[in-house]
C-alpha cells in the first residue's frame, strides 16, 4: 500500500473537508494489512486480555452491539499504547435456537420442516447457512472500527471447542455434578424444547382468576379454589390449604371430586400455601407448577401431565384431548359454568414466563432433562467476588450479582434441539447411562444396544468457556503459551441484563477447572434506549440501524456519541441529532488540524515545545489545560468511565483548543507576523498539543484521528497512531497563574463581545478600553491585554485610576475590574438613545403583557404547568432585558 493510501497525504493536499466514507474504510484496511491488532503470547509488556461478548452467529449489529463493541475497542487501543501485550478475542456463537429457528423459517418457505430432511441433512444444511450468512456481524464489526485479533476468531462449534465442551459435561458428570433428573422445567412450545429460567421473561399479562367449585366426593359443598389457568385443572390431583387456616381445617384428609374427569383426589395441608391469594385453598397440579410439585412430593401426590410439546391437551386430558392450551381454558370454564361450578372469573393483570428468544407463553412442565448442580459452583463464584477477585464496574451491580446467586436453582442444560452441542450420553438396552469422552465404534454400540441423546447443550453451557477454551484449553492439564499470558483476561464487558446468563456462569465453570477468576473486572454497560429515554421496538418505530448512522455521519460520529453518554452500569439514550453532534465534533477536529498543519511550515511534534522563556500566556496556559484534560482523560480510562473521559476531551478540543488557542495562534502564525520567533513558537506548541490530543482521542475516534495524526507527524508506512506513546503525566505543566491570567482575559473578551453586540458596533470598529482596578486584578489583566485586544477588538488600552469624565462612556464587569468604553466616536448618540427608548418600550410593554397574563386566575389555573412556567419564565427574561436597556440608556445621558 502506498504512503498515499495509508493516509499519509501531503498538507497541501489535505482536504477542505473530511469524508469518513473515502478514510475508513481505507485505513482499516491497512490497519489489517500491518498486523496493528494481532498480539502474540511472547509479545513485550503486560498482559491485557478482552474477550468479545461473543455474538450470534445469526446476529447483526445493533445499537447495543455498537455501544457494547466501542467501550472495549477504546480500551484496546489505550492499551496498546501504553506497551501492553493486548489481545481482544473475537468469535461467534453458534446460537442454538436462534439459528434453528432461522433455517426452520427457511425450510417453511419451501414448504417443508426439518423432520422432513432428518437429523443429519438438517444439521447440514444450518452449516451450509452457517457458511454463507453467517459471522454478517464480524464483518459488520469492522465498519465501526473495532480492532479484535481477526485471526484468532472462534466458532463455539470449531471442532477444538466441542472437543473442550464434552470434556467439562463429562467431567462434571462424573464428579456428580451433572445428573439427569424428572422436574418442572420451563417448556416453549414454539421453539419445542426446555429452557432455563434465565431464559424465560416474565411480562405483565391481562389475565384472569377463575374460581372453581371442587364438590366433595360424597356429595357435600367441597371446596372452592382460584387460579388463573383454568385448563391445567385437568392435572390436578389435590386441594391444599394452609394447616392454620380455620376455614379449611375440618377439610384437611377429606376427598373431592376432580370435575369434569371425576378423579378422586385429597385435602393435604402444607405450609407453601398464601392463605391470603384467592380463596386460600389452592388446586395441586404436580405436572404443571414448580411448587405444586413440591408439595406432591411431600406428600405423595401422583402427577399427571395433560400437555403434549405443542401444548395442546394430551389423553389425559380426556374429552378436551387435541385442543391448544388456550382453547381448552374457555371450553373447560364453560362446561364448568354449565355444570354450576364456576363461581366467577375476575379480570387479574399478573406476571407470565415467555421465551425470551421468541415471545411464546412458556408452559411449566415435568420432563425428564439434564441438569448441573449449581450450589458448590456457585459458592465459590460468591467466595470469589466477595474477597476482590473479581470486582464490577459500578459496585453497585454486585449485591444484585451475589443475591442471585446465593439463591439459584439447579441449571436445565438440556435443549430439544438439533443444532447445538450434542449430549455425549447413550443409554443401553437395560436403560443405563453412558456418558462418554468419545464416540463408541459401531461394534460397541451395537453389543450394548446404545442409543444417543437427541438433545443438545444449552447454548451458554458452551459459551460459559469462552474465556479459557479460546486460549487453548481443551481439558485438565492444558497448558498452553496464550492460557499461561492472558488467563485470567483482564476485562469483561457486557451489558448488565446478561450478568445471570453469562457472568457467573464463566465464573463458575473458570474457578472450577482453572482454579481462577476468568475475568479481574466486569464493567456493565446499560441498554441503549432512545432519546426519551424507551427502549428502542420495531413496534414503537423507534429502532435506529446504527449501520446506516455509519454511512451518514461516519463511525467516529456514532462511537462518540455512544461513548458520551456511557456512563457505566446506566442505560444510554442515543438520538440521530447526537450522532450528528459527533459529526461536526469530528469536523470541527479536522479543521483545527487543517489550520495546525497548513500553517507549520515544516514544523512536526517531533521539535518539541519551545524553552519556556518563549512561550506567551495562551502557549502557557494552553499546555496547563492539556495536562489536566489528559488528567481527567486518565482517570476516565482508569474508572471505566468513559463518558467521563469523552466529555473532558470534548470540552478541551472545542472550548480551550479551538475557540481560544486556535484564535490567538492566528495571528501568530499567520501574515507578517509568521516569520518570527514568536511564530516559531506558537506553530511548535500547535503542533505539541495537536498531536497529544489525537493520541488522547484515538481510542474513542479512531479513523479520524488516525488520518490526521499521520498528516502531522509524517511518519513511516508502517506507524500508526495506535502504537504511538499513550500522553505520560507532566504536572510541571500545570500553571495556576497562567490559569488565572487566561480566565480573566476570557471573561473581559467574553463581556466585551457583548457590550458590542448590545451596542451593534460595527465588527470594524476599535472600541477604547480605561480599565480601572486593584493592583491585584491589574496584574492579571495585564498578561492578557494583547489576548483581549486581538480577540475583542479594542484599539487603545489603558489602566487608569478612575473613570474617564469626558462624555458618556459604557461600562462592563470584569475580573474584579471596571472596563469603560468611552463611547463619542464610536456610536451616533442621538441614533443609539432612540433606538434603545424604542427597544426599552417594546421590552416593557413584553413585561406588562406577561403580568397581565400570570395574573389571571383562569390561565394559571387551567394551562399546563409548563405552559405557566414557561410564560413565567418569558416575564423574568423581558424584565433583565429592560433593566440592562434603562442601564444602557442612562449611560448615554
Known sequence: MSERRAGTAAATDLPTSYDPAEVEGRVYAW???????????????????????????????????????????ALMRRQRMRGANAMWQPGTDHAGIQTQIVVERQLAEEGLSRHDLGREAFVERVWRWREESGGLILRQMRRLGASCDWPRAVFTLDEAYVRAVREVFCAWYEQGLIYRGHRIINWCPRCGTALSDIEVDHVEHDGELAYLRYPAWDGGGGVVVATTRAETMLGDTAVAVHPEDERYRHLVGTTLRLPLLDRQMPVVADEAVDPSFGTGAVKVTPAHDPNDYEISRRHGLPAVDVMTDEARINPHGGPYEGLDRFEARERVKRDLDAQGLLQRVE?????????????????????????????????????????????????????????????????????????????????????????????????????????????????????????????????????????????????????????????????????????????????????????????????????????????????????????????????????????????????????????????????????????????????????????????????????????????????FVWDEYCDWYLELAKPRVTGPAGQDADAAAARRVLACVLDQVLRLLHPLMPFVTEETWRILNRPDGRTSVMRAAWPEPSPARRDERADAAMGALQEAVTELRRFRHEHRLNPSARMEVVAVATDGARGVLEAGVDGIRRLAGVGQWTFADSPPSDGPVGKVLSAGAELYIPLSGLVDLDEERRRLRRELERARAEVRRAERKLGNHGFTAKAPAAVVRSERDKLAGWRATADTLAAQLESLG
Not at 43 to 59: A, K, Q, S, Y
Not at 376 to 398: C, D, K, Y
Open 347 to 651: 379480570a387479574r393483570e399478573h406476571p407470565v414466563g415467555v421465551c425470551s428468544r421468541c415471545g411464546t407463553v412458556v408452559e411449566p412442565r415435568l420432563s425428564d432433562q439434564w441438569f448441573v448442580a449449581v450450589g458448590p459452583l456457585a459458592e465459590r463464584a460468591i467466595g470469589a467476588v466477595r474477597a476482590g477477585r473479581t470486582r464490577f464496574v459500578p459496585p453497585r451491580n454486585t449485591r444484585g450479582f451475589l443475591a442471585w446467586l446465593e439463591n439459584l436453582h439447579d441449571w436445565c442444560i438440556s435443549r430439544q434441539l438439533w443444532w447445538g452441542h450434542r449430549i455425549p450420553a447413550w443409554y443401553d438396552r437395560d436403560g443405563n447411562v453412558h456418558v462418554l469422552r468419545a464416540d463408541p465404534t459401531p461394534e460397541e454400540a451395537e453389543a450394548k444396544g446404545l442409543v444417543r441423546d437427541s438433545d443438545v447443550l444449552d447454548t451458554w453451557f458452551s459459551s460459559q468457556l469462552w474465556p479459557f477454551v479460546t486460549l487453548g484449553w481443551v481439558g485438565p492439564g492444558s497448558d498452553t503459551p496464550a492460557l499461561r499470558t492472558w488467563y485470567p483476561t483482564t476485562v469483561m464487558v457486557t451489558g448488565y441484563d446478561i450478568n445471570t446468563f453469562w457472568v457467573s456462569r464463566m465464573l463458575m465453570s473458570g474457578l472450577h477447572f482453572l482454579d481462577e477468576v476468568p475475568f479481574e473486572v466486569v464493567v456493565n454497560t446499560g441498554l441503549v434506549r432512545d432519546e426519551h429515554g424507551k427502549k428502542m421496538s420495531k413496534s414503537i418505530g423507534n429502532v435506529i440501524d446504527p449501520l446506516d448512522l455509519i454511512e451518514r455521519y461516519g463511525a467516529d460520529a456514532l462511537r462518540f456519541a455512544l461513548l458520551r453518554a456511557a456512563v457505566p452500569g446506566t442505560d444510554v439514550p442515543i438520538a440521530e441529532e447526537w450522532v450528528e453532534g459527533g459529526r461536526r465534533f469530528v469536523n470541527k477536529l479536522w479543521n483545527a488540524a487543517r489550520f495546525v498543519v497548513l500553517n507549520l511550515h515544516g514544523v512536526t511534534p517531533a521539535d518539541g515545545l519551545p524553552d519556556d522563556r518563549e512561550l506567551r500566556l495562551e502557549d502557557r496556559w494552553i499546555l496547563s489545560r492539556l495536562e489536566a484534560a489528559r488528567a481527567a482523560a486518565e482517570a476516565g480510562f482508569g474508572d471505566y468511565d468513559l463518558a467521563a473521559a469523552a466529555r473532558g476531551l470534548y470540552h
Open 31 to 73: 490497519w489489517e494489512e500491518n498486523g496493528f491488532f494481532h498480539a502474540e503470547p511472547d509479545d513485550p509488556g503486560e498482559p491485557f486480555c478482552i474477550m468479545l461478548p461473543l455474538p450470534n452467529v445469526t446476529g447483526g449489529l445493533h445499537l447495543g452491539h455498537a455501544l457494547n463493541h466501542s467501550i472495549p475497542d
